[in-house]
């Protein structure tokens, strides 16, 4: 009995199976909470993806971010940990694994050009950064919160250095 790659039948990912794994056993863990929890096939997973998609990435119309195109999750997510926020915010942010919850704020409703993700620029600015660092939505309270509730009268640990908003902007802009 060997180890063979085998497509996931709601997402279409690679997954590492033993060769013998009965057919309605071909699914991710997290696809198969999805269909279990939330009682999602993959063809409700595939129409909601595609509510969600859009054919060129979006460039803001209107407002202070007026003529910038939307960042991509993934370059936003290695920023994070340099403005001292857990990546785990952003999660919470766009509505958890693909979505399904929905944003927290219509600010991090989240795109797809094809396979990349997408979300506003706002995001990425003081205002929005600073959003994400106050954040309280499922296990991410924020550590002195945490400590506090636990008695604690100061923070848990110090933060690392944490790299100045300005700069993080400025990495952002094209």
Request: hydrophobic letters at 35%; charged letters at 30%; glycine letters at 8%.
């Amino acid at each position: 009995m060997g180890t063979v790659r085998q497509k996931c039948k709601y997402c279409g990912k690679w997954l590492s199976r033993d060769e013998d794994t009965p057919e309605d056993e071909l699914r991710g863990d997290v696809c198969k909470a999805i269909h279990e929890e939330r009682g999602l096939d993959g063809k409700a997973l595939l129409e909601h993806r595609r509510s969600q998609s859009v054919a060129e990435i979006p460039v803001v119309e209107s407002g202070p971010f007026k003529g910038q195109k939307w960042l991509k999750l993934a370059t936003f997510k290695i920023i994070l940990p340099k403005a001292g926020i857990p990546v785990s915010r952003i999660v919470d942010a766009i509505g958890k694994d693909r979505s399904l919850d929905g944003p927290v704020d219509p600010r991090f409703r989240v795109v797809y050009v094809g396979r990349p993700r997408y979300i506003h620029p706002w995001c990425a600015s003081s205002e929005g950064l600073e959003f994400l660092r106050n954040l309280k939505v499922g296990k991410s309270l924020p550590l002195v919160e945490e400590a506090a509730k636990m008695g604690a009268k100061t923070s848990p640990k110090p933060r690392k250095s944490v790299t100045p908003v300005a700069q993080l902007e400025a990495e952002l802009q094209p």
